[in-house]
Protein backbone atom coordinates (compact mmCIF):
# COMPACT_ATOMS: atom_id res chain seq x y z
CA UNK A 1 0.00 0.00 0.00
CA UNK A 2 0.99 3.86 -0.43
CA UNK A 3 3.47 5.14 2.43
CA UNK A 4 1.39 7.89 3.79
CA UNK A 5 3.39 11.29 3.05
CA UNK A 6 3.02 15.06 4.59
CA UNK A 7 0.93 17.23 2.85
CA UNK A 8 3.27 19.73 1.55
CA UNK A 9 3.26 23.45 2.09
CA UNK A 10 1.91 25.67 -0.04
CA UNK A 11 3.73 27.05 -2.51
CA UNK A 12 4.04 31.39 -2.00
CA UNK A 13 2.54 32.58 -5.21
CA UNK A 14 5.38 34.98 -6.97
CA UNK A 15 2.83 37.02 -8.90
CA UNK A 16 -0.29 38.67 -8.87
CA UNK A 17 -2.83 36.85 -10.32
CA UNK A 18 -4.19 37.36 -14.35
CA UNK A 19 -7.75 38.86 -13.40
CA UNK A 20 -6.10 41.99 -11.17
CA UNK A 21 -7.20 45.04 -12.56
CA UNK A 22 -6.38 48.84 -11.80
CA UNK A 23 -8.78 50.79 -9.46
CA UNK A 24 -10.02 54.26 -8.44
CA UNK A 25 -6.63 56.75 -7.82
CA UNK A 26 -6.97 59.48 -5.38
CA UNK A 27 -5.45 62.29 -6.54
CA UNK A 28 -5.46 65.51 -3.43
CA UNK A 29 -6.81 69.03 -5.09
CA UNK A 30 -6.60 72.56 -3.51
CA UNK A 31 -10.23 73.32 -5.65
CA UNK A 32 -12.60 70.86 -5.22
CA UNK A 33 -15.25 72.03 -7.46
CA UNK A 34 -12.80 73.32 -9.51
CA UNK A 35 -11.68 70.10 -10.57
CA UNK A 36 -14.90 68.11 -9.59
CA UNK A 37 -16.35 70.66 -12.61
CA UNK A 38 -13.42 69.82 -15.12
CA UNK A 39 -13.58 66.14 -14.85
CA UNK A 40 -17.45 66.20 -14.74
CA UNK A 41 -17.02 68.30 -18.15
CA UNK A 42 -14.07 66.97 -19.76
CA UNK A 43 -13.74 63.58 -18.85
CA UNK A 44 -17.42 63.00 -18.54
CA UNK A 45 -17.78 61.91 -15.26
CA UNK A 46 -20.32 62.42 -12.61
CA UNK A 47 -20.03 62.75 -8.93
CA UNK A 48 -21.04 59.39 -6.83
CA UNK A 49 -20.54 60.13 -3.06
CA UNK A 50 -18.87 62.42 -0.28
CA UNK A 51 -18.27 62.59 2.58
CA UNK A 52 -16.60 65.17 4.98
CA UNK A 53 -13.37 64.05 7.60
CA UNK A 54 -12.42 66.45 9.34
CA UNK A 55 -11.94 69.41 7.11
CA UNK A 56 -11.31 67.39 4.42
CA UNK A 57 -13.97 66.17 1.91
CA UNK A 58 -13.84 63.59 -0.18
CA UNK A 59 -15.53 63.46 -3.66
CA UNK A 60 -16.07 60.25 -5.52
CA UNK A 61 -16.54 60.59 -9.40
CA UNK A 62 -16.88 57.97 -12.16
CA UNK A 63 -19.12 56.94 -15.02
CA UNK A 64 -22.39 54.77 -13.96
CA UNK A 65 -21.67 52.86 -10.90
CA UNK A 66 -17.90 52.38 -11.92
CA UNK A 67 -16.06 54.68 -9.28
CA UNK A 68 -12.97 56.40 -11.69
CA UNK A 69 -11.41 59.00 -9.63
CA UNK A 70 -11.48 60.04 -5.76
CA UNK A 71 -11.22 63.92 -5.22
CA UNK A 72 -9.89 64.89 -1.53
CA UNK A 73 -9.95 68.17 -0.96
CA UNK A 74 -6.72 69.43 0.69
CA UNK A 75 -6.42 73.04 -0.16
CA UNK A 76 -3.35 73.47 2.71
CA UNK A 77 -1.26 71.10 1.47
CA UNK A 78 1.64 72.81 -1.91
CA UNK A 79 1.50 72.55 -5.61
CA UNK A 80 2.22 68.80 -7.15
CA UNK A 81 6.94 69.63 -7.80
CA UNK A 82 6.86 67.74 -11.27
CA UNK A 83 10.70 66.69 -10.04
CA UNK A 84 9.51 64.73 -7.45
CA UNK A 85 8.28 61.28 -7.40
CA UNK A 86 4.51 60.87 -7.54
CA UNK A 87 2.04 60.55 -10.94
CA UNK A 88 2.95 60.52 -14.16
CA UNK A 89 -0.73 59.86 -15.44
CA UNK A 90 -3.77 58.39 -14.99
CA UNK A 91 -4.62 55.83 -18.22
CA UNK A 92 -8.60 56.37 -18.02
CA UNK A 93 -9.67 53.00 -20.60
CA UNK A 94 -12.91 52.83 -22.83
CA UNK A 95 -14.38 49.95 -24.92
CA UNK A 96 -13.95 51.19 -28.60
CA UNK A 97 -12.97 54.23 -30.64
CA UNK A 98 -16.58 56.01 -30.49
CA UNK A 99 -16.13 56.68 -26.42
CA UNK A 100 -12.64 57.33 -26.71
CA UNK A 101 -12.89 60.20 -29.23
CA UNK A 102 -15.89 61.47 -27.50
CA UNK A 103 -13.59 61.49 -24.74
CA UNK A 104 -11.32 63.41 -26.00
CA UNK A 105 -13.46 66.23 -28.14
CA UNK A 106 -14.83 67.21 -24.13
CA UNK A 107 -11.55 67.02 -22.99
CA UNK A 108 -10.48 69.46 -26.26
CA UNK A 109 -13.20 71.73 -25.86
CA UNK A 110 -12.50 72.47 -22.26
CA UNK A 111 -10.49 75.54 -21.73
CA UNK A 112 -8.83 74.35 -18.66
CA UNK A 113 -7.45 71.17 -20.54
CA UNK A 114 -3.58 71.32 -21.75
CA UNK A 115 -3.53 68.73 -24.50
CA UNK A 116 0.14 67.17 -24.61
CA UNK A 117 0.00 64.78 -27.41
CA UNK A 118 -1.64 61.79 -28.93
CA UNK A 119 0.46 58.49 -29.66
CA UNK A 120 -0.39 54.64 -31.51
CA UNK A 121 1.56 52.58 -29.22
CA UNK A 122 0.77 49.78 -31.02
CA UNK A 123 -1.10 47.95 -28.06
CA UNK A 124 -3.40 51.07 -27.93
CA UNK A 125 -4.38 54.68 -29.06
CA UNK A 126 -3.89 57.51 -26.58
CA UNK A 127 -4.63 60.66 -25.75
CA UNK A 128 -2.50 62.79 -23.35
CA UNK A 129 -3.93 66.04 -21.45
CA UNK A 130 -2.99 67.71 -18.31
CA UNK A 131 -5.76 68.72 -15.47
CA UNK A 132 -5.79 72.56 -14.36
CA UNK A 133 -3.60 71.30 -11.08
CA UNK A 134 -1.13 69.42 -12.97
CA UNK A 135 -1.70 65.91 -12.76
CA UNK A 136 -1.66 63.95 -16.30
CA UNK A 137 -4.46 62.37 -18.36
CA UNK A 138 -4.46 59.79 -20.86
CA UNK A 139 -7.38 58.58 -22.36
CA UNK A 140 -6.79 55.40 -24.55
CA UNK A 141 -8.75 51.98 -26.12
CA UNK A 142 -6.75 49.09 -26.29
CA UNK A 143 -6.16 47.17 -30.35
CA UNK A 144 -7.08 43.48 -30.02
CA UNK A 145 -4.85 41.92 -27.90
CA UNK A 146 -4.55 38.96 -30.73
CA UNK A 147 -2.67 42.15 -32.59
CA UNK A 148 -0.05 42.49 -30.49
CA UNK A 149 3.57 41.62 -31.08
CA UNK A 150 6.00 40.43 -28.42
CA UNK A 151 10.08 40.18 -29.24
CA UNK A 152 12.79 38.75 -27.13
CA UNK A 153 10.66 38.23 -24.02
CA UNK A 154 9.04 42.15 -24.11
CA UNK A 155 5.72 43.24 -25.35
CA UNK A 156 6.37 45.06 -28.41
CA UNK A 157 5.20 48.87 -28.18
CA UNK A 158 5.94 51.92 -30.18
CA UNK A 159 5.01 55.83 -30.27
CA UNK A 160 4.15 56.64 -33.64
CA UNK A 161 1.92 59.83 -34.54
CA UNK A 162 -1.24 59.43 -34.05
CA UNK A 163 -3.30 62.64 -35.54
CA UNK A 164 -6.02 63.43 -33.38
CA UNK A 165 -7.80 65.46 -35.82
CA UNK A 166 -7.71 62.53 -38.49
CA UNK A 167 -9.07 60.47 -35.45
CA UNK A 168 -12.01 62.67 -34.66
CA UNK A 169 -13.12 62.59 -37.92
CA UNK A 170 -13.16 59.08 -38.76
CA UNK A 171 -14.75 58.00 -34.86
CA UNK A 172 -16.63 60.93 -33.20
CA UNK A 173 -20.48 60.76 -33.36
CA UNK A 174 -23.19 63.40 -31.71
CA UNK A 175 -24.40 60.51 -30.14
CA UNK A 176 -21.57 59.22 -28.00
CA UNK A 177 -20.48 63.13 -26.64
CA UNK A 178 -24.32 63.42 -25.67
CA UNK A 179 -24.34 60.35 -23.81
CA UNK A 180 -21.63 61.48 -21.93
CA UNK A 181 -21.05 59.37 -18.23
CA UNK A 182 -23.43 56.55 -19.40
CA UNK A 183 -20.57 55.08 -21.93
CA UNK A 184 -18.37 52.93 -19.59
CA UNK A 185 -14.99 53.65 -18.83
CA UNK A 186 -12.17 52.26 -15.96
CA UNK A 187 -8.59 53.07 -14.39
CA UNK A 188 -7.00 51.01 -17.21
CA UNK A 189 -3.25 52.08 -15.81
CA UNK A 190 -0.88 54.07 -13.54
CA UNK A 191 1.88 55.71 -14.62
CA UNK A 192 4.37 56.77 -11.70
CA UNK A 193 7.21 58.98 -11.50
CA UNK A 194 9.96 57.37 -9.62
CA UNK A 195 13.61 57.57 -7.87
CA UNK A 196 15.09 55.09 -9.39
CA UNK A 197 13.96 52.15 -11.76
CA UNK A 198 15.76 49.16 -9.63
CA UNK A 199 13.91 49.88 -6.34
CA UNK A 200 10.79 50.28 -8.31
CA UNK A 201 11.13 46.92 -9.61
CA UNK A 202 11.65 45.75 -6.14
CA UNK A 203 8.47 46.92 -5.08
CA UNK A 204 6.05 46.34 -8.00
CA UNK A 205 7.70 43.12 -9.18
CA UNK A 206 9.13 41.40 -6.61
CA UNK A 207 6.87 42.24 -3.60
CA UNK A 208 3.78 43.42 -5.13
CA UNK A 209 4.12 40.41 -8.15
CA UNK A 210 3.15 42.42 -11.02
CA UNK A 211 5.70 40.89 -13.80
CA UNK A 212 7.55 43.08 -16.49
CA UNK A 213 6.73 43.68 -20.11
CA UNK A 214 8.81 46.01 -21.22
CA UNK A 215 11.94 46.53 -20.17
CA UNK A 216 15.30 48.40 -21.57
CA UNK A 217 13.38 51.29 -22.58
CA UNK A 218 14.98 54.27 -21.26
CA UNK A 219 14.96 55.62 -17.87
CA UNK A 220 11.15 53.61 -17.39
CA UNK A 221 9.70 50.07 -16.82
CA UNK A 222 6.11 48.72 -17.90
CA UNK A 223 4.66 46.02 -15.78
CA UNK A 224 1.08 43.88 -15.65
CA UNK A 225 -0.92 41.39 -14.20
CA UNK A 226 -1.75 38.52 -16.92
CA UNK A 227 0.03 39.58 -19.51
CA UNK A 228 -1.67 42.95 -20.19
CA UNK A 229 0.61 45.85 -21.59
CA UNK A 230 0.94 47.00 -18.23
CA UNK A 231 -1.66 48.26 -15.58
CA UNK A 232 1.72 50.07 -13.83
CA UNK A 233 4.73 52.33 -15.35
CA UNK A 234 7.32 53.97 -13.51
CA UNK A 235 9.69 56.11 -15.52
CA UNK A 236 12.29 58.39 -14.09
CA UNK A 237 12.21 61.12 -16.60
CA UNK A 238 11.92 63.68 -14.87
CA UNK A 239 12.25 62.41 -10.96
CA UNK A 240 15.54 60.23 -11.46
CA UNK A 241 16.99 60.27 -7.62
CA UNK A 242 13.87 61.70 -6.15
CA UNK A 243 13.40 60.59 -2.58
CA UNK A 244 10.34 60.18 -0.55
CA UNK A 245 7.44 62.29 -1.82
CA UNK A 246 6.69 65.22 0.17
CA UNK A 247 3.27 66.36 1.54
CA UNK A 248 1.79 68.08 -1.64
CA UNK A 249 -1.23 67.81 -3.69
CA UNK A 250 -1.62 65.39 -6.66
CA UNK A 251 -1.35 61.55 -6.45
CA UNK A 252 -2.75 60.21 -2.72
CA UNK A 253 -3.25 56.24 -3.76
CA UNK A 254 -2.84 53.78 -6.62
CA UNK A 255 -5.75 50.78 -5.90
CA UNK A 256 -5.35 47.68 -7.06
CA UNK A 257 -7.88 44.79 -6.93
CA UNK A 258 -7.22 41.27 -6.75
CA UNK A 259 -9.82 38.39 -7.49
CA UNK A 260 -10.19 37.01 -3.80
CA UNK A 261 -9.22 37.20 -0.39
CA UNK A 262 -6.59 34.16 -1.33
CA UNK A 263 -4.58 36.46 -3.31
CA UNK A 264 -4.07 39.25 -0.63
CA UNK A 265 -3.26 36.14 1.65
CA UNK A 266 -0.41 35.30 -1.15
CA UNK A 267 0.54 39.27 -0.90
CA UNK A 268 0.67 39.61 2.82
CA UNK A 269 3.20 36.58 2.43
CA UNK A 270 5.24 38.09 -0.63
CA UNK A 271 5.79 41.37 1.74
CA UNK A 272 6.53 39.34 5.39
CA UNK A 273 8.94 38.18 3.39
CA UNK A 274 10.38 41.15 2.63
CA UNK A 275 10.12 43.06 5.80
CA UNK A 276 7.84 45.24 4.44
CA UNK A 277 4.92 47.29 6.67
CA UNK A 278 1.21 47.06 5.46
CA UNK A 279 -1.86 47.20 7.07
CA UNK A 280 -4.96 44.30 6.27
CA UNK A 281 -8.70 44.95 7.05
CA UNK A 282 -9.68 41.82 5.98
CA UNK A 283 -10.45 43.39 2.25
CA UNK A 284 -7.79 45.65 1.55
CA UNK A 285 -3.82 45.53 2.18
CA UNK A 286 -2.40 49.07 2.04
CA UNK A 287 1.71 49.86 2.53
CA UNK A 288 3.69 52.56 1.16
CA UNK A 289 5.85 52.48 -1.88
CA UNK A 290 9.76 53.96 -1.31
CA UNK A 291 8.65 57.07 -2.32
CA UNK A 292 6.34 57.19 0.49
CA UNK A 293 2.79 56.85 -2.49
CA UNK A 294 -0.03 54.66 -0.78
CA UNK A 295 -0.61 51.86 -2.49
CA UNK A 296 -4.09 49.66 -1.80
CA UNK A 297 -4.97 46.35 -2.96
CA UNK A 298 -8.43 45.26 -2.79
CA UNK A 299 -10.78 42.60 -3.30
CA UNK A 300 -13.67 43.13 -5.89
CA UNK A 301 -16.50 45.27 -5.18
CA UNK A 302 -15.08 48.37 -4.17
CA UNK A 303 -17.95 50.81 -3.36
CA UNK A 304 -18.27 54.28 -2.94
CA UNK A 305 -18.18 54.20 0.59
CA UNK A 306 -15.02 51.73 0.77
CA UNK A 307 -13.16 54.50 -1.37
CA UNK A 308 -14.32 57.40 1.06
CA UNK A 309 -12.91 55.37 4.28
CA UNK A 310 -9.69 55.18 3.03
Known amino acids: MPTPTTPAAPVEEAVLAPATAMDAVTLHVGDLEGM ?6 A ?3 EPLEERSRGRQVHRVLGRGTTPLLRLVHTPDLPTVDPRQAGLFHTAFLFDDATSLSATVYRAAQ ?10 DHLVSEAFYFTDPEGNGIELY ?10 RDGNLVMGTEYLDPNAYLRTHLSQEAVDAGPAL ?14 AAAESFYL ?34 R ?26 LAARLRARG ?34 R
Open 110 to 119: DPRSRFVGSS
Open 141 to 150: TDRDRDLWLH
Open 43 to 45: IAM
Open 241 to 266: GAGPRASTLGLGDVAVTVPGREDLDA
Open 36 to 41: STYYAN
Open 184 to 197: AGRVGHVHLQVGDI
Open 276 to 309: LTFADDGRAITLRDPWDTQVTVSVPGTTTADLLA
Open 206 to 239: DALGFEATVRGYPGALFASAGGYHHHVAMNTWNS
